[in-house]
């Protein structure tokens, strides 16, 4: 158990330079490259414009023009089938030719927490139901590889793993946010985060006061970047419809590397069973840094909730490698300091919308 804390788009192509800067005062990673906000910015046209080629082919008989307000919903029919993605679809990319597995998980409405007589429940996972109002793009453990493709700065090798597809280790939730950052910027995204009075490097010594939500509103889910999932984000992706007590199924030794089953050290990612969505790891390998700051859920409906934003500390989630199985359970939290490094701590990244 970490010792920090407390229990409870396609590839761009043709780049010609890249380089991560820094600035004392505030985290800004700029990129040098010919091409890649623009392919960036091509790859929402090119979408968009694929989307019209299919509406402008549709059958007469969708339209609404024609035959007035059944036709409507067939055509809203129609827009739901042929214009949004699956749960669980490829939204996979890559980076300096690194691949970047990601899956779609949709909007919807699911239970946060975990009841009175779940095996290994502590106090704060607190049972109520959770609108998500925005779907969202979820990617799998960041890898040693992804990280290196994405900020060129070193990285804690792995606990015992040393392969680049094991989790990056013993980083800051400044580090993780830093490195979300760095990859919108590489997408011509704006970053999600603010980091403000930092020193040092990400993924060694990165030490930041404060930060803070970029978005219009200050929320999360109105970034146009990636970033960390909220709590309410993780906890939806890891069940992905499903209600047990872990990500992906009932049997924690064929979903999850936990205490029991990993020989003391992390294991390459996705080398157990994905959930529902094709989403791994959610279960065990190396606690995963979320947005939000540590504080009680709460038993009432909430909705794109956002936990405790002034608070000391973050929370991780999926447990790890070591502690005690039941750590690995969906519903189980843990919180510690944002600049903390601990051993099997990492994170994954979401990036709003479709």
């Known amino acids: 158990l970490p010792g920090d804390g407390v229990h409870g788009a396609p590839a761009p192509t043709n780049v010609l330079s890249r380089r991560t800067t820094y600035e004392t005062g505030r ?5 040098e490259s010919t091409e890649e906000a623009t392919i960036g910015r091509t790859t929402v ?21 024609v035959l007035g307000g059944a036709a409507l919903a067939l055509a809203l029919i129609g827009f ?22 990601a899956r779609q998980v949709p909007a919807g409405t699911f239970t946060m927490g975990s009841a009175d007589d779940e095996v290994g429940r502590d106090p704060d996972e607190t049972l109520h139901p959770v609108t998500l109002t925005r779907p969202y793009v979820m990617s799998q453990e960041v890898t040693v590889a992804q990280w290196h493709a994405v900020l060129e700065t070193e990285v804690a090798a792995p606990a015992g793993c040393a392969e680049p597809t ?7 939730w400044y580090d993780a946010a830093a490195f979300a950052n ?3 910027e590489h997408q011509g995204l704006p970053p999600c985060y603010a980091l403000t009075a930092c020193t040092g490097t990400p993924g060694t010594g990165l030490s930041c006061d404060d930060a803070s939500v970029t978005s219009d509103d200050g929320t999360p889910g109105a970034c146009e970047g990636w970033r960390l999932p909220t709590e309410a984000e993780w906890e939806h992706a890891a069940r992905a419809g499903h209600a047990g007590m872990y990500a992906g199924g009932d049997d924690p030794d064929a979903v999850a590397w936990h205490p029991g089953n ?5 294991h390459p990612v996705c080398s157990r069973a994905p959930n529902a969505w094709g989403l791994c790891d959610l279960s065990g390998n190396a606690w995963e840094w979320v947005h939000d700051g540590y504080g009680p859920l709460g ?12 608070a000391g500390r973050r929370v991780r989630r999926s ?19 944002p600049g903390g490094r601990a051993e099997t701590v990492g994170f994954r990244v979401v990036r709003t919308g479709r």
């Open 182 to 184: 760095a990859l919108s």
């Open 45 to 65: 046209s090119t979408r968009a414009a694929r989307h019209a080629a299919e509406e402008s082919a549709r059958p007469w008989y969708l339209w609404p023009e």
């Open 299 to 310: 038993d009432g409906a909430a909705e794109d909730p956002v936990g405790a934003p002034d």
């Open 80 to 101: 739901m089938l042929w214009g949004r993605p699956a749960p669980g679809a490829d939204r996979g990319f890559a980076v300096e030719g690194v691949p970047f597995p």
């Open 319 to 337: 447990g790890s490698i070591h502690g005690d199985t039941s750590y690995v359970r969906v519903a189980n939290r843990f919180a510690g300091m």
């Open 166 to 172: 094991c989790p990056v280790d013993r980083v800051s």
């Open 27 to 31: 985290a800004t990673f700029s990129d």
């Open 262 to 266: 990993a020989g003391g050290h992390l």
